[in-house]
């Protein structure tokens, strides 16, 4: 009884000490993986497999003469030419050819569901999956278009009796309402997450000093009020150009300045960053960050670059350091960020994190992402990558 008992007790103690060596293992081989670059770019290509050359992907040939668009989609890559929006699989096989009866495209994505209309014309669609989820005629020329998650979408149209009209529809294709700016002009518009506010960005050109503003309108009290639907003003400072909305959750809209972003809400405002003149690339359209490229002087005359994503809701910072000459572009996608090195494309995540590392012997033209998909565009073909 007693030899069971002293088994029993060696065996907890065998079974403890294992557990304590693989938690200091896993320790170990974290912060080396966080410090040591050599080690983690190992990690990366034999165990993670991070880092992809070019030619050893799936690809897709594209026809450089037809002139076409290449966009990332939920899963696909898609290339838009001739009328013709062809949906490819990471594999580099076509999902779905649709016709588009468009064209010069205007496109906006958001998660599953891409809007598209005609640049300055009259029609639009949605695109959900593989399918025309509808699509509709306005009157005016269409200026600008905005989808959410949700598939809800914004119409901006120009060259009507008003300055801008913003139309409203939902994920059926149903116009819910409109809306009339006539003291200025919109230039951008985004959805709530939860459907309940649109949030208008418009410019005012017509007084001595330009200035910019943002109305925020109730989705609810606009189908029976659209006139008394605002429930929030806001106005710029003195010379602003507002270039961008992005809702990134149910109240809170990120507004895009010339030399600030500042976050509006339904009851509030706050000012989340100042532009400088070395931030190179901004963007606010991840789901809770703002992706910043900037320069930092590391001797006379040279520059090292970083990525910086700051929270818009808790305020934290994380940073990527780009150990390479001028990034010739930034993109984002919901979390993913892709950065176009020229020979090199890096894609992180809004921690900061390395998701894929793409090298080239040729130059990259430029790169689209999606939510799990991304294409690294050339001359005539474009290198899938799966993220």
């Known amino acids: 009884m007693k030899n069971d008992k002293s088994q029993k007790a060696k065996d ?8 304590f060596f693989i938690v200091i293992v896993v320790i170990f081989v974290i912060a080396r993986y966080a410090t040591d670059e050599e080690f983690r770019s190992s990690i990366n290509i034999n165990v993670f497999k991070k880092e992809v050359l070019e030619s050893t992907l799936n690809s897709i040939e594209i026809d450089t003469d037809s ?10 890559i898609v290339v838009f030419s001739k009328n013709k929006l062809i949906e490819y699989t990471s594999d580099g096989k076509i999902a779905k050819e649709l016709d588009i009866n468009i064209s010069v495209p205007l496109i906006t994505i958001n998660g599953k569901y891409m809007a598209i209309a005609e640049k300055e014309g009259q029609k639009m669609y949605l695109v959900s999956g593989e399918n025309i989820i509808w699509n509709t005629n306005v009157e005016g020329n269409i200026s600008g ?3 959410n998650k949700n598939g809800y979408v914004s119409i901006v149209i120009k ?4 300055k801008s009209v913003i139309a409203f529809y939902d994920l059926s294709g149903t116009e819910l309402f409109r809306t009339y700016i006539s003291s ?12 309940q506010y649109l949030a208008i960005g418009s410019v005012d050109y017509s007084g001595t000093i330009i200035k910019s503003y943002v109305k925020i309108i109730s989705i609810e009290k606009a189908q029976k009020d659209p006139e008394n639907s605002t ?6 400072e003195n010379g602003e150009i507002i270039t961008n909305i992005n809702y990134q959750d149910k109240e809170n809209a990120i507004c895009v300045f010339n030399s600030y972003v500042q976050k509006i809400g339904i009851s509030s405002d706050e000012r989340l960053y100042d532009i400088t003149e070395n931030d190179l690339f901004l963007d606010v359209n991840l789901s809770n960050s703002i992706a910043i490229i900037d320069k930092q002087s590391s001797g006379l005359f040279s520059y090292e670059y970083e990525v910086v994503i700051k929270n818009t809701n808790n305020k934290s910072e994380s940073l990527y350091i780009l150990d390479s000459d001028l990034p010739k572009t930034m993109i984002v996608s919901n979390d993913n960020i892709g950065l176009n090195l020229g020979n090199e494309v890096r894609i992180i995540n809004s921690n900061g994190w390395l998701l ?6 040729n130059q990259i033209k430029s790169l689209v992402i999606g939510e799990s998909i991304a294409g690294i565009i050339y001359k005539n073909k474009i290198e899938l990558i799966d993220l």
Do not use: G, Q, R
């Not at 060259?159 to 008003?162: A, C, I, K, L, V």
């Open 184 to 195: 200025s002009y919109a230039t951008c518009t985004s959805v709530s997450t939860n459907n």
């Open 356 to 361: 894929k590392k793409y090298s080239s012997n």
């Open 159 to 162: 060259n009507t009796t008003y």
């Open 12 to 19: 907890s103690i065998t079974k403890i000490l294992i557990i």
């Open 145 to 147: 278009i905005n989808v």
């Open 67 to 76: 002139n076409p668009t290449v966009y990332a989609f939920d899963k696909y």
């Open 231 to 236: 429930i929030y003003n806001y106005e710029s």
